[in-house]
């Protein structure tokens, strides 16, 4: 089971990023997948996870409206469209699973992808 997260980088507020998550090593039709992120100096929080049937999630009130989850089963990648960025959005983005059709928001999925960075700043 693998996950590589990917499409961090340097944007200016206001600006938007997409992340990728490229999965392997199991089917992804048939799992969620859930996009989590932690700032420095903070604690790792969920950001947001689409279920098998496409069902959306958005953890926080800071995100709604401006991220948008999405997953394209044929590609084996999970997206998280983030727009409207701000310095607060700076942190390490990670996707994750349990390799269940299940979200939660609690960080203790089984496989994790090596992060990506996104840095917010003017």
């Known amino acids: 089971v693998q996950l590589q997260a990917s499409g961090g980088g340097l944007v200016q507020p206001g600006e938007s990023l997409t992340l990728s998550c490229a999965t392997s090593?199991?089917?992804?039709?048939?799992?969620?997948i859930g996009w989590f992120r932690q700032a420095p100096g903070k604690e790792r929080e969920g950001v947001s996870c689409?279920?098998?049937?496409?069902?959306?999630?958005y953890y926080g009130d800071s995100v709604k409206g401006r991220f948008t989850i999405s997953r394209d089963n044929a590609k084996n990648t999970v997206y998280l469209q983030m727009n409207s960025l701000t310095p607060e959005d700076t942190a390490v983005y990670y996707c994750?699973?349990?390799?269940?059709?299940?979200?939660?928001?609690?960080?203790?999925?089984?496989?994790w992808g090596q992060g990506t960075l996104v840095t917010v700043s003017s």
């Open positions: 994750a699973t349990d390799l269940l059709d299940y979200c939660s928001d609690d960080g203790r999925n089984d496989y």
């Open positions: 689409i279920t098998m049937n496409g069902n959306t999630i």
């Open positions: 090593g199991f089917t992804l039709d048939f799992y969620s």
